[in-house]
């Protein structure tokens, strides 16, 4: 499974974000996440439990991205995205409103034409400063699966207090401007495009509003192996009523 030792690395080529600079801003050698996702390219949560990690701090974040923007400028490597995902939920670092600053600071500095994008489950966005801190970004990708409560036990397995109602009021305090992204598989127990989870579905997405639509399916190998992919066409095929009333939808297969 896929977990990330550095604070920076990259940039890699991504299937949303062009060149994008990575940035793990939670522990090394592992997974942290209050999610438990069925199709997690970290692998599950208990697979990470190692010993003795901790999360960087916001100084050491902030060290680790001048150091590794400098070379990067003088090499003359371009960066189109800066994207903080890495391995887990990155809203989790205590210190992440710091870190948001810092990096916009720092992208200002040296590659001012740079996307800072974070790719987040949504659920810290009650957490003091993180709600504020998302909406400095240029790319708060805002990821929502399931379109309900049952289905989110099955596909996200959250750790805690979980409930979409809440997380989807807290969404529309973005005004529409967030993209929203949705994974869309089935496996034996589950079909996030059924019709009734379509339908669902159609309805948070009008109710959040985002200005933007990513949706895609599995591309990595993922923890349960029961899982099966959706084609593009297939996945053209669920959003074609949103298409239809104007949203702006990226499909990636």
């Known amino acids: ?38 199709y997690c390219e970290c692998g599950w949560n208990k697979d990470g439990a190692v010993s003795g990690r901790r999360f960087p701090t916001g100084k050491e974040v902030e060290e680790a991205l001048e150091s590794y923007f400098s070379r990067l400028c003088a090499e003359g490597t371009p960066v189109d995205s800066i994207t903080m995902s890495g391995n887990g939920e990155p809203t989790l670092n205590p210190d992440f409103p710091y870190i948001v600053d810092a990096t916009i600071s720092l992208r200002g500095k040296y590659f001012p034409d740079a996307k800072v994008s974070v790719l987040s489950n949504a659920t810290m966005l009650d957490r003091p400063g993180v709600l504020e801190a998302l909406k400095k970004i240029d790319n708060p ?92 066409e297939q996945m053209q095929e669920y959003v074609a009523p949103l298409v239809a009333e104007g949203y702006n939808i990226q499909i990636r297969g």
């Not at 949303?16 to 942290?32: A, D, E, F, Q, Y």
């Open 1 to 38: 499974m896929l977990h990330f030792d550095d604070i920076v690395f990259g940039p890699i080529k991504s299937r949303r974000l062009g060149n994008s600079l990575g940035m793990n801003i939670l522990p090394s050698k592992g997974k942290t996440c209050n999610f438990d996702c069925v």
């Open 141 to 232: 990708i805002l990821k929502i699966d399931a379109s309900s409560d049952e289905l989110v036990e099955m596909i996200n397995r959250p750790n805690g207090h979980y409930a979409l109602s809440e997380v989807v009021d807290r969404l529309c305090q973005f005004e529409g401007n967030f993209i929203l992204q949705t994974m869309f598989l089935k496996s034996p127990d589950f079909n996030t495009a059924g019709e009734d989870a379509l339908k669902a579905w159609y309805e948070i997405v009008r109710k959040a509003n985002p200005r933007e639509i990513m949706v895609y399916t599995i591309d990595r190998e993922t923890p349960d192996k029961r899982l099966s992919k959706c084609t593009v």
